[in-house]
């Protein structure tokens, strides 16, 4: 059974930047593209960022682009967020997810296999 489990969230200022990390467990991971989502209160979940098994290859939604960047440690089972810049608006429960099948960027909801439990970010102006 897949385990996925996030940590870094926590309040910052705006401008300010967090590391979120999420160890996963249970499959073997380097053979599954992983991604961050996020959901504010009262908005549906949505896509942050994806990343490729072997790391090369990442996607970004545009409200990021530029400020976070995603990365991964295949012998460590663990996926990273780096956000920088941080906005009043990035504030969200973050959740990272896997892939559905083997081998695909995560980009969408459709593409996700399973969900952590999620770290909340709070950014202060």
């Known amino acids: 059974q897949v385990q996925l489990v996030e940590s870094g969230g926590g309040l910052v200022q705006a401008g300010g930047s967090l590391r979120l990390s999420c160890a996963a467990s249970?499959?073997?991971?380097?053979?599954?593209?992983m991604g961050w989502f996020r959901q504010a209160p009262g908005k549906e979940r949505e896509f942050v960022s994806g990343i490729s098994v072997s790391g090369a290859s990442t996607v970004y939604a545009d409200s990021v682009k530029g400020r976070f960047t995603i990365s991964r440690d295949n012998t460590k089972n663990t996926v990273y967020l780096q956000m920088n810049s941080l906005k009043p608006e990035d504030t969200a429960l973050y959740y990272c997810?896997?892939?559905?099948?083997?081998?695909?960027?995560?980009?969408?909801?459709?593409?996700?296999?399973?969900w952590g439990k999620g770290t909340q970010v709070t950014v202060s102006s």
């Open positions: 249970g499959r073997t991971f380097r053979t599954y593209g």
């Open positions: 997810a896997d892939g559905r099948t083997t081998f695909r960027i995560v980009t969408t909801t459709q593409h996700v296999g399973s």
